[in-house]
């Protein structure tokens, strides 16, 4: 998962781009970075770290001339965590640069990156972005548009894609809307992104989302759309967007991720409630909306009973697994006075390995917690994902290997409960039908053709 950003006619698009990407920092942590353009030149800075790491010298931004621009936070789920695959990568194309901020996984990279080796392509990356390049620097169309849309249906997958050019920004989402991308406006500046957060930081207008199988070129000469591909019947919209990745005070798919969480929580509720529980608790912060909606549909109350670090990454982007367990200490802290002597129904999101919740649930008896019931707002995560989500393997997924019963003694919590896939669908205003819930379901919407990044069937 990343965030991307793309900007066009804005005297300080650079700017802009760095204030959206904040903006979306939740989506990636890993590194960041820029390409803007002026119409003849690109200039770029990029770096691992944090978007305010990267971008910590304002100097930086004297160099990133142009009135457009692109921008890309990064999440590894195609190629490590280095430095050479921060994007937005650029490359040199014909006689002039080209760069590409992408979200999403392909899903026949391996058989198509192969392919181009064996035609003598050198890959500077091993990310599955620079893929699409080298099939667009291969194409003979007599136009670039034509060449990405020829591009684009060689590629499958999820992809929500901003591409900068001498000619523009050409701004394109798979078939199935797998990934989120909104459009926008903020008076003749126009705006791309991952999540209407951006925009609303911006100060723009939402005007819609980048339809599937839509590519929209953005240049001197306004805006031209054509679809490069049929969208598919149904849509697959990713469904963990709303229960954790998407902010809640941004639209996706049309609806807005906190009335949704909130949704889940009262349908989690309805289909598993503690009458002897005193208060309702959440994981801060994705699970804090969903946990309100939970504690109103219960009639319990809610509270604040665990206070997060905001200045600490999420724990499953972190890269290992012994980064990932020391750093529940880091982020979380009991408030003693709410929990002592309680019977608490803590509210989370998901369970990917459970190791979080083993060290929440010891954290909350150490405050002096009587019971501890644990209700999940999605259904057990069994399957990894192939759009771009980095869950671990199969094999280390604990609802893979576990019960409920048996996960609830290894998390030692009193009791644990998942909203079912019923419940989850029920919530969603859309039809079941047009959202991605292969990890819960192992229904992929896409047929998986190369096995990619951590998955190990
Ligand atoms: S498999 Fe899960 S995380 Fe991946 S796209 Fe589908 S719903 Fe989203």
């Known amino acids: 998962m990343c965030g991307i950003i793309g900007l066009y006619n804005n005297p300080e698009a650079g700017t802009f781009a760095y204030m959206g990407l904040y903006a979306q920092q939740h989506r990636g942590q890993e590194g960041a970075g820029i390409v803007t353009c002026d119409g003849d030149k690109m200039y770029s800075h990029t770096g691992q770290g944090l978007v305010s790491d990267v971008f910590s010298d304002s100097k930086i931004f004297d160099n990133l001339k142009g009135h457009y621009a692109i921008g890309h936070t990064r999440y590894s789920t195609t190629g490590e965590n280095n430095a050479t695959n921060v994007g937005p990568l650029l490359f040199n194309l014909g006689d002039s640069f080209i760069s590409i901020a992408h979200n999403g996984n392909l899903v026949n990279l391996t058989s198509i990156r192969k392919k181009l080796q064996k035609n003598g392509a050198i890959f500077q990356t091993t990310t599955d972005t620079e893929i699409i390049i080298h099939l667009l620097a291969r194409r003979t169309e007599p136009t670039l548009t034509k060449r990405i849309a020829g591009t684009l249906k060689e590629i499958e997958g999820a992809f929500s894609i901003i591409i900068i050019s001498k000619e523009g920004l050409h701004i394109a989402r798979d078939t199935k809307g797998i990934r989120p991308l909104c459009f926008g406006k903020l008076n003749d500046t126009i705006i791309v992104a991952s999540e209407t957060c951006a925009l609303d930081l911006l100060g723009a207008q939402y005007i819609r989302d980048i339809n599937p199988g839509e590519l929209l070129t953005v240049n001197n000469f306004g805006e031209s759309s054509i679809q490069f591909e049929t969208p598919d019947k149904n849509k697959s919209h990713c469904i963990f967007e709303y229960i954790y ?52 549909t219960s009639n319990t109350k809610y509270e604040i009973g665990l206070i997060r670090n905001h200045y600490v990454g999420r724990t499953f982007i972190f890269p290992n697994q012994r980064l990932r367990s020391l750093n529940v ?25 459970g190791t979080t919740l083993r060290k929440l649930s010891q954290l909350l008896k150490d405050a002096g917690v009587k019971k501890v019931h644990v209700r999940i707002s999605s259904p057990p995560v069994r399957y990894p994902c192939h759009y771009g989500m980095d869950f671990p393997t199969k094999d280390e997924l604990a609802a893979n290997k ?45 047929e998986i053709k190369d096995k990619v990044g951590k998955e190990i069937f």
Do not use: W
């Not at 819930?437 to 896409?446: L, V």
């Open 402 to 446: 576990h019960t409920v019963n048996e996960l609830a003694e290894i998390i030692k919590v009193d009791t644990l409960n998942y909203l079912t896939i019923e419940g989850l669908l029920k919530s969603v205003s859309l039809n079941k039908d047009d959202y991605c819930t292969a990890c819960f379901s192992g229904e992929y919407p896409i």
């Open 329 to 353: 200490r880091l982020k979380f802290n009991t408030v003693k006075g709410v929990l002592d002597n309680r019977e608490v129904v803590l509210v989370d999101d998901s369970i990917v390995r």
């Open 245 to 296: 990745f998407s902010r809640p005070d941004s639209q996706v798919f049309g609806e807005n991720v906190d009335k949704m969480r909130r949704k889940f929580g009262k349908t989690l509720a309805e289909e598993s409630t503690i009458d002897s529980a005193d208060i309702v608790i959440s994981v801060p912060d994705s699970s804090n909306t969903c946990a309100m909606g939970y504690a109103a």
